[in-house]
């Protein structure tokens, strides 16, 4: 029987999901991208070549793994073909191994220059999108005006829908957002040009991952952003436009819920974020400015500095609680070590690493959490970085504390929990070595 397993961010995104898939990708057969589209942007090092992916699976660079993009990603037929020619001038070959499902929405030029308009028009109140049509076109899916892959495989069908589509779009541009029409022919012109690469990748992906299942195949679920970026469940409105939390790998795919086994939770030992929106642990000072320096805290997809805080425990509480998470791993705390040390700082309390009133604590569920409450005492508990910064020592804890922290300043962070893997330095094949066969995939006892 195969383990199916969903990938996800517990925070604001940026918590390290590629490195994790590309690092358990030999255990599966096929890597699943199920929402999101071009917004995303997974880092990926290896042997020290950097390769960023913002649209096909992390899956990509292993032979042997088939990469799949479900009907709940929005596909820009530019970005994708830009992407995959990268990868192919490195020796990828991207057309042999991706396979695209008919029922992902097409981005058009119009979509992005909707996204543009409406963020300045919004001014002071703008969400901080990547300006890359994911929210427009998200918003014609809804509306079912939104052209589908599918549509590429009839020139008149695209046409006409292209036609009705471009109308809707050019009316808003002109008369909503007072900025240029687009232009028809433009766009039909290049989607005949992009129709020739991505007719042979399109499949019935939900039919793919069912034979997948029957034979007993491995399945990784590879999720977008963070679950506070989700649309229903996040920091409204400054969120994505699609589902992030772990029940989109089920819509987004094809895939029955029952057959996602483990939920895989990845966690940042401290929290970032881009763009706008609350952020209740952010960092305003040098501790701030050191962290975002030390771990290189720009967008992979916008190049954006990414906003910079300490770790937030009821965040992640909630992440656990909405998305089942059944397993974690714990990346970067690192360079909480080299943020609190650059900043000439000899010990700190607990709470100014966690947050007033944020803790871990060992509770009757599956993975640490905060108390229902959200609150120990941490008076008098000292966390004390050892010389040059590279591991740390807690005293002041009670016995009723003994296993209420995750000690972030320390390389390997001890926890009771059911199952923890933890990532220290930067996350690749080379540095990682024989860890990445730690990663729990299941639940232990």
Avoid at 42 to 69: A, F, Q, R, W, Y
Avoid at 150 to 179: G, I, P
Avoid at 206 to 215: A, D, F, N, V, Y
Wanted: hydrophobic share 40%; aromatic share 6%.
């Amino acid at each position: 029987m195969g383990k199916n397993v969903v990938i996800i961010g517990t925070q604001w995104g940026d918590e390290g999901k590629g490195k994790i898939v590309d690092l358990i990708t030999d255990k599966a057969s096929s890597v699943v991208r199920f929402q999101g589209g071009h917004n995303a942007g997974h880092t990926l090092v290896i042997e020290g070549n950097k390769t960023v992916l913002h649209l096909i699976p992390s899956g990509i660079l292993h032979d042997n793994v088939e990469c799949l993009i479900g009907n709940g990603v929005v596909i820009s037929l530019s970005a994708l073909i830009s992407e995959a020619t990268k990868l192919i001038e490195s020796g990828i070959p991207v057309y042999d191994r991706l396979k695209i499902s008919p029922g992902c929405p097409i981005i058009l030029q119009s979509h992005e220059a909707l996204d543009a308009a409406k963020e300045i028009k919004l001014a002071s109140q703008a969400i901080g999108t990547t300006g890359r049509g994911i929210g427009p076109v998200y918003e014609d899916k809804v509306a079912r005006r939104a052209l589908r892959i599918s549509d590429l495989l009839d020139t008149n069908k695209l046409a006409t829908r292209l036609t009705e589509t471009l109308e809707y779009h050019n009316f808003l541009l002109k008369n909503y957002y007072q900025v240029d029409e687009l232009n028809f022919d433009e766009i039909y012109t290049t989607l005949i040009e992009q129709r020739q690469i991505v007719l042979p990748l399109i499949s019935d992906v939900s039919r793919i991952l069912e034979k997948h299942q029957l034979k007993g195949k491995n399945i990784l679920f590879e999720g977008a952003q963070g679950v506070f970026l989700d649309i229903d469940h996040g920091t409204y409105p400054y969120v994505t436009s699609s589902n992030t939390v772990s029940a989109a790998a089920s819509i987004g795919s094809g895939l029955g819920p029952k057959d996602l086994n483990h939920v895989l939770g990845i966690i940042k030992a401290y929290t970032t974020r881009v763009g706008s929106g609350p952020f209740p642990t952010e960092l305003f000072d040098a501790s701030g400015e050191h962290l975002g320096k030390v771990g290189v805290e720009f967008g992979a997809t916008t190049g954006r500095p990414r906003r910079c805080g300490w770790f937030d425990a009821n965040l992640v509480k909630q992440s656990v609680k909405i998305s089942g998470i059944t397993d974690i791993v714990l990346t970067t705390q690192h360079r909480v070590v080299a943020t609190a040390n650059g900043s000439g700082i000899a010990s700190l309390t607990a709470s100014s690493l966690i947050g007033s009133g944020y803790v871990f604590t060992d509770t009757s569920s599956w993975i640490v959490a905060a108390t229902d409450d959200g609150v120990i005492d941490t008076s008098g508990v000292t966390i004390t970085l050892a010389s040059g910064g590279a591991s740390a020592t807690v005293s002041g804890i009670t016995q009723s504390q003994e296993h209420a922290f995750i000690v972030f300043a320390q390389k390997t962070a001890t926890v009771r929990a059911k199952t923890l893997t933890t990532v220290s330095g930067d996350i690749t094949p080379s540095t990682i070595g024989g860890k990445a066969n730690s990663i729990s995939l299941g639940k232990t006892d």
